[in-house]
């Protein structure tokens, strides 16, 4: 089974809805991070977590929330989709303090289409 | 500010030809640098990172990358290309407390 999980693997939803993606781990890391990649940007990062009780914003954090439920969950909520924030959107986790904690595990990511 | 440039949009190789994909970085203090490749419809995978000591680092795949403190790079490099090893790769930087920056990525086409 893979470490990092993320659900859905595809979504389309209208403007204005609201939507989570939902991150599941097991590999037993701290920390936890959320990125969309655009085409010919890279990836950029929305928000991470460094444990349940730290949340914190990213560069591109506007129109998204997240909720760290869990050690070894992590979701992303976009509250009121629009057609720009159409992209690939992919979760991550790192070892934190007790291990190499900057080197990030990726999982398989979200296609996410707003119409 | 910290920038990671990868000049390369695309690249094209052939199939047994050595591939060189280049990584230059802006930042204040030596980093942490790594390289990730993402297969279609895949996440990322970690090929290799640098974070002390000997400058050439061997990572998965048969691929391997020197660190130029000089030049301030993180190149790439595979001596021969396999078609698998068409991909997208990413060079990243920990510019922070754990979290990285990513260049805007190289696509490698491989031909017959």
């Known amino acids: 089974d893979a470490d990092v999980t993320q659900t859905p693997r595809n979504r389309i939803t209208k403007t204005g809805k609201r939507i989570m993606l939902e991150c599941s781990q097991t590999?037993?890391?701290?920390?936890m991070y959320w990125y969309r990649q655009d085409p010919g940007l890279g990836l950029r990062l929305i928000y991470y977590?460094?444990?349940?009780?730290?949340?914190n914003k990213g560069e591109i954090s506007d129109g998204y929330s997240v909720s760290r439920q869990a050690q070894a969950k992590f979701s992303l909520s976009l509250e009121s989709a629009i057609p720009n924030q159409t992209a690939l959107y992919f979760c991550?986790?790192?070892?934190?303090?007790?291990?190499?904690?900057?080197?990030?595990?990726f999982g398989p990511g979200t296609r996410l289409l707003v119409l | 500010a910290q920038s990671v440039t990868q000049p390369d949009i695309h690249i094209t190789v052939s199939e047994g030809a050595s591939l060189e994909l280049r990584c230059n970085y802006s930042?204040?203090?030596?980093?942490?640098l790594f390289w990730y490749v993402q297969s279609p419809g895949q996440g990322l995978q970690l090929l290799l990172k640098?974070?002390?000591?000997?400058?050439l680092v061997q990572g998965i795949k048969g691929f391997e990358a020197e660190f130029k403190r000089s030049q301030s790079s993180f190149n790439l490099r595979k001596p021969s290309v396999h078609w698998s090893d068409a991909a997208e790769y990413f060079c990243?930087?920990?510019?922070?407390?754990?979290?990285?920056?990513f260049g805007a990525g190289t696509q490698v086409v491989v031909t017959p």
């Open positions: 930042y204040g203090a030596t980093p942490y």
């Open positions: 977590s460094f444990d349940v009780k730290d949340i």
């Open positions: 640098y974070f002390s000591g000997d400058t």
């Open positions: 991550a986790t790192s070892p934190g303090l007790a291990g190499d904690q900057e080197t990030q595990y």
């Open positions: 590999k037993g890391h701290d920390r």
């Open positions: 990243a930087v920990a510019y922070s407390w754990g979290k990285l920056q």
